[in-house]
């Protein structure tokens, strides 16, 4: 019989017209933690623990009620904490020094309304700050103890602003009879990483856990990426689960249930294929933060894109047997929530999911080979067009809601602003990304050379993507800073691949003069800027789309060659 | 029983892999020319000619032939003049100064294999120019016969690079026989425009004949703009038509037909309401022509855009009605011509018309009212987040076709291109222009002063678009050209209107200080720019989009204002 701790509404109210509805099911534990629920209409959320309920203090508990930890990793720190409207500097005043015992401490855990933590032998009353905590509610996993063991694997932490921000919350000192050797007993926590997959060698890596690398530049080569060299984007560890019986949940607006596993998804609905580029949000944020200056998230340069072929079933055909009735959508199916198994969650607007021309999958093979654990093993969402946060691996649970998704990554990482929001965007009032602009990028620029040495010519090659379908029909090239343009030459034909939009890349080549006027340059810089079929084009420079979360950095790209001998 | 005077299959022929379906409807006169044919799968066109066939001068058989006198009013005529591909300047060589009688110049006619035209008492043999005449096959009118009554008209044509082109194909003279006072005879002909209706004097008017008129500023500040104010946008003359009785035929691929009379269409079909921004390819083009050179066309300010509620039935109704299987299309239905009653033709891809999302009308109603004959009354298509091109008004047949309507519109004038192809571009190569990209404007720019008359602050207003029902999600300001941005305020909610999609401009309002720095300046220049929700951002300047079409102006847009007393 579930063991149901009901949450207070206190954080959920914070969330203003959204609802909790990460959920994880954990087939190795069985424990499922927390899913939504509807009660007479009043939304709150609910610890369904099953017979074998886990320490408070697990992974799959720390999941259960996550958003990011990962999130500060990729860099939404410094913004949160420079939002006033997020009061993360709250008015709470410092008590006088003040001592508790650690049984008092352990009652302040996830559940309680109060949670506190402890660092080194200081307590903290955090409940004003997990709503601004850049990883979300997933700090509550800690609540009740000491932070350290977390911070020893998300060591993002270890940062002096982060020691400050915590010192805003202090309100007293562990007991001295509770220490041992001055200091305070701790658990041991498993590495949740441990059991992450082996990678290719080839990837570039920016970090190793949760793991985020690049395609590198012989991977950008081809149409389609090889699977091992496929960029990898994680927001935490990578689930373990027994694939054909990995459950996934489908709860409809009116709070009904249906639960497929993996086994019966792949055998009771028609099999798709869908050919689809997914490119991070965050691709070539090096460049923005190169050409404008600081942003927060992982420095990608032009490697956070790939192309697979995805097979799997629609996931129109999955929600309307579950129930949905797709004619005549109920008012408060608007958007379509999708958890992962470690935390991660997201959404789409429910359009996409049910356009017929949307070709959104879940996904159990890439490249004709089952999903890598990397990429979303035993299913995956396949958002094509959309922004690749909102392609969710590791799914267990669909959840259609009025609302978007209240996670992280829904209301606040994936997200871009007027470039003057620098220091405090309003994040309710900016729009989820989706759909992505038009963008392009060098993957390789090589002199081509004459039998004495000197440089003839060049040859340019890189690729260029937009979202929402919408086919690439140009590539312009310059060799002058982009006073003159010379069109390239697309290698790509989205008529060859599945799907009914053109989702996919198109690789480009230009070959020709460096300097127009047929002189010899010691060194040349090319831009590159691409036409979409509605005629969008990139921005001239970051200036004018400078967000400092680095999101969609798609300036005109640069490529610098050295053409000495 | 009607006249076919089949046409050769000469010109047909290069238009490679499409077909001609400009079709007229003359109610007045009776007669119909010409409608595509499919003959045993041999495509080759055909004139109509009804019981009261008017003499083949007329403008019914102008139209019935035309592509586009006004596409030279509409500027391709360098493009065209300067294009190899098409060798307007082709090998004939000039023969020795030949006579020729009138009887034997009005044998080439414009259902000759070689047509002729006089100019002055010079003859031409216009065979291998009618391809490359910017006007298209309109100029077969004037075949067997004099141009000067036609240049009377559309006085375009006086122009010396006109007749340079024109010298190039002359054969001879007139036989001195045929002159009188040493010039031949003319046929008086009817002007074409006599019959347009009045207008509103607020219109911008750009040319009267055909009318071409923007919207005054006033009309620009209302989300609905007034029908007397919305812009005008006429290739040809006006029709004129027994409204209830026009008769639209739908022929399918398989060359069935189905004809429907307006009042049909009205009784038998579900009226549905749009919302929706018309807006003209060359909007803005005077600030392309002002930022990057000259290019050809008329030189519209910000004004060839407007937003009118517009009534109808759904076009994909009238499909599946006429016999198309919507959910099985034929392979070979790929695009839906819309041909009108003066000669315009255009077409746009068949899963626009479908798409249960896109809201694809023939219209009747225009913000209450009946269409105004400027608007296309009795019938107009309306084609929401489309370029307005392609909202063909006054319909006279719907052609579903394998290929692109094969018009000049079509394929030539609504088209754009690599900045460097200004005097060679590939017009098959180039996409045609469907889905808009994003663009923003200003309408009025107002000093406000402090009780010294001092300039306290800056009251800017505008609106911003998209095409593909991509709404507006943000407009930026910059007081310092750029250097730093300003979020302005958006004034309308997609939300409160009809339409799937969000097909509407957004207006905005900008308040705040001249300089960022607060000091007093003689003058500033304000700068705008629009995000839409795939985030796709308008170009910097005109320099990396110059098309010498002068098609889709969509770099920032500036104003400015003196602010001395």
């Given at each position: 019989m579930p063991l149901k701790n009901a949450i207070s509404g206190r954080l959920l109210a914070r969330l203003e017209s959204s609802y909790w509805t990460s959920c994880v099911q954990h087939t190795r534990n069985s424990c499922r933690l927390p899913r939504p629920m509807n009660l007479g209409g009043t939304r709150r959320y609910s610890h369904h623990v099953g017979n074998n309920p886990k320490p408070s203090r697990s992974w799959a508990s720390l999941a259960s009620r996550s958003?990011?930890?990962v999130g500060i990793a990729a860099g939404s720190l410094q913004l949160l904490s420079e939002d006033s409207n997020d009061k993360p500097y709250s008015k709470v005043k410092k008590a006088k020094v003040k001592t508790f015992r650690l049984a008092e401490v352990k009652q302040h855990n996830g559940s309680s309304k109060n949670p506190w933590v402890i660092r080194g032998t200081s307590v903290y009353d955090i409940t004003d700050w997990v709503r601004a905590h850049p990883g979300g509610e997933v700090i509550l996993t800690a609540a009740g103890g000491s932070l350290e063991p977390y911070w020893d694997i998300f060591t993002i932490h270890k940062r002096a602003d982060v020691y400050e921000i915590l010192e805003q919350y202090k309100i007293g000192e562990i007991d001295d009879v509770d220490l041992k050797d001055g200091r305070v007993p701790q658990d041991a926590i498993v590495d949740p990483f441990k059991y992450d997959p082996e990678r290719d060698e080839r990837l570039v890596t920016?970090?190793?856990?949760p793991r985020n690398a690049e395609t590198p530049e012989v991977g950008l080569r081809e149409f389609i990426t090889p699977n091992e060299l496929f960029y990898v984007r994680n927001h935490f560890w990578v689930p373990t689960v027994d694939g054909p019986e990995h459950k996934i949940i489908v709860e409809l607006p009116d709070g009904s249930e249906r639960t497929y596993n993996v086994k019966e998804l792949k055998e009771r609905f028609q099999r798709h294929k869908v050919t689809t580029t997914l490119q991070c949000a965050g691709n070539r944020r090096k460049s923005m933060t190169d050409g404008a200056g600081p942003t927060n998230g992982l420095q990608w340069k032009a490697g956070a894109i790939s192309t697979a072929e995805w097979e799997g079933v629609k996931l129109v055909d999955v929600l309307a047997d579950a129930g949905l009735d797709i004619e005549n959508l109920p008012a408060d199916a608007q958007h379509v929530h999708f958890s992962a198994m470690e935390a991660y969650g997201a959404s789409i607007p429910i359009r996409k999911a049910i356009d017929?021309?949307?070709?959104?999958l879940l996904a159990f093979d890439m490249n004709g080979a089952e999903l890598p654990r990397d990429h979303g093993y035993p299913v995956r969402v396949i958002v094509p067009?959309?922004?690749?946060?909102?392609?969710?691996?590791?799914?267990s649970q669909i959840t259609i809601s009025e609302d978007e998704s209240p996670t992280q990554w829904q209301q606040r990482d994936y997200k871009s602003f007027c470039p003057s929001d620098v220091k405090n965007p309003d994040w309710q009032k900016a729009r989820s990304i989706q759909e992505m602009p038009v963008t392009s990028a060098f993957t390789r620029v090589e002199p081509i050379r004459d039998s004495k040495g000197e440089v003839e010519s060049i040859c340019a090659e890189g690729y260029a993507y937009s979202g929402g379908g919408r086919e690439i029909i140009r590539v312009d090239v310059s060799v002058d800073e982009g006073r003159t343009w010379h069109e390239a030459e697309l290698?790509?034909?989205?008529?060859?691949?599945?799907?009914?939009?053109?989702?996919c890349w198109k690789r480009w080549r230009y070959k020709g003069q460096v300097a127009d006027d047929g002189k010899t340059v010691a060194r040349a810089v090319l831009v590159v800027k691409a036409t979409d079929e509605a005629y969008n084009t990139q921005p001239h420079t970051y200036d004018s789309i400078f967000n400092a979360r680095g999101n969609l950095a798609t300036a005109w790209d640069h490529a610098k060659v050295s053409l000495g001998r």
């Open positions: 958003a990011i930890v920016l970090t190793p856990c017929p021309w949307g070709d959104v067009g959309t922004v690749a946060a909102r392609s969710v691996k590791w799914l290698l790509d034909d989205e008529a060859q691949v599945s799907g009914s939009k053109a989702w």
